[in-house]
């Protein structure tokens, strides 16, 4: 078997041919591919990290949702600084419907107290022990925000009265037209 040049020539293109389109065509290719399943993978990633955040996002919201609930909860129990006055005549009704003396009251200055105001209220009240309990106990039930501190209770024996007790009773309230909330969205 005798090659001539001709021969040797198209052998030569033959096998050339597939070598040469291995390294101009294909070895690029299979690298642009592998290039482009790798930014396909990370943008996956990407996208899975970004559902957890959203689903977070979506968790924020429902959780910002419910604290302006219980904010505005908060802020239905502290009366403005006109409703005071009707928050102390009903806490004097509570006394006498206990079945204490109508209580002394001196009204101290307002307080801040953080987002609010605190109205402290000096009480002196004579009665029975059980009628002292059954006030207390229909403070507590009141709808507003109190708090009582100062108790001093002295044993009586009169007739009319077992205990005084001398208190200070706060009533919390907000300034007329200052959300506690701060403007919470």
Do not use: C, W
Request: charged fraction near 25%; hydrophobic fraction near 45%.
């Amino acid at each position: 078997m005798k090659l001539g040049i001709r021969g040797l020539l198209v052998l030569l293109i033959v096998v050339g041919m597939p070598v040469a389109s291995y390294f101009l065509v294909f070895k690029p290719q299979n690298k642009a591919i592998k290039d482009a399943r790798k930014e396909v993978e990370h943008k996956q990633q990407l996208l899975d990290s970004l559902r957890v955040e959203t689903a977070k996002n979506e968790d924020l919201a429902a959780a910002n949702a419910q604290l302006q609930t219980t904010v505005k909860r908060i802020e239905a129990r502290l009366p403005t600084g006109k409703e005071i006055d009707a928050v102390v005549r009903q806490v004097s009704d509570l006394a006498v419907a206990s079945g204490l003396k109508s209580p002394d009251m001196k009204s101290g200055k307002p307080v801040p107290a953080a987002l609010y105001l605190e109205q402290p209220i000096e009480i002196q009240v004579e009665g029975s022990f059980i009628g002292f309990f059954s006030f207390i106990a229909q403070i507590e039930k009141l709808p507003r925000i109190t708090r009582i501190h100062d108790i001093k209770i002295v044993g009586l024996a009169r007739e009319d009265a077992e205990l005084k007790a001398d208190f200070t009773l706060s009533i919390y309230f907000q300034d007329a037209g200052t959300p506690i909330a701060g403007g919470i969205k």
